[in-house]
């Protein structure tokens, strides 16, 4: 007698749900200028609140290089700085619910944006955090690892001395070379793992995986684009660490704005879900 279970179908609360994977769009520079518009435009329209995120993102910077200074590790501070600019989109959390709302002309106030930053902890952006925290230990321990192979008989006493051998030596230059190529690989992948990750783990109900695959999927649909954009976003982030860190009040909004914009042109949104792009 055949058994009426075998060959039979689960019942329908036992089926994983489906995951839905979302289509991407062709980024042009057309999107990336529209998206930088209405990236000022945010910020424009909430400057303090916007400019408060960039305040803490700048003064967590200050103290970082501070606190190396006070332990005496002078080599960090350069490669600190450098890669500091990695963890900027989990930084930026908080622009993009504010540019989410601005979108659907919402209203909202100090406790709404940071009441949903908060529970960002019970999502999966803390592990897109990880993430982010990961690659840039990576590029902190390739630093240490290419001082000790190339400066090993280098005196870091102090910083004039630390920059005197770096940009002064036929060693510091090579030094150089291989940390600028080095770096340059490692802010390329998280740069296409986070740029429409973190504003889509922010947007959509889905899991930190699927939001990295369309990371990436969108970049290399629009590799010359996207890298571009790239290009100008670490332009700007480290332009604005000249002056003691305090230009990120200004480029840190513009730039989160920009992204969540970019995100929405390059994303289509689920049906019933977010807002149609900006014109």
Known sequence: MTSKTAGSTPPDKLKPPPQFVPEVNKVTAGDIAASLKAGVSDFRAHPFMSGFFGLFYAVFGILFVWCLVWLGAIWMII?????????????????????????????????????????????????????????????????????????????????????????????????????????????????????????MLMDRETNFVSAMLTSLRVVSESPVVMLAWAAIISAAMLVSLVPAFLGLIFTLPVLGHTTWHLYQRAVPPVQGGSVQPSP
Do not use: H
Not at 173 to 198: D, E, H, K, P, R
């Open 79 to 199: 490669p600190a700085a450098v890669g500091f600019p990695l963890v900027a989109p989990f930084a930026a959390a908080g622009l993009y619910e504010m540019s989410r709302r601005l979108q659907k002309r919402e209203r909202f106030g100090w406790s709404d944006i940071l009441t949903v930053v908060a529970d960002q902890r019970k999502r999966e952006l803390g592990w897109m955090a990880f993430v982010t925290l990961f690659i840039f230990w990576v590029w902190i321990y390739q630093i240490r690892l290419w001082l000790a192979i190339i400066l090993k008989d280098a005196s870091f006493s102090d910083f004039d001395g630390f920059l005197n051998t770096v940009f002064f030596t036929p060693q510091g230059w090579t030094f150089l070379a291989i940390g600028t190529c080095v770096g340059a690989f490692l802010s390329a992948v998280l740069f296409s793992l986070t740029v429409i990750a973190m504003p």
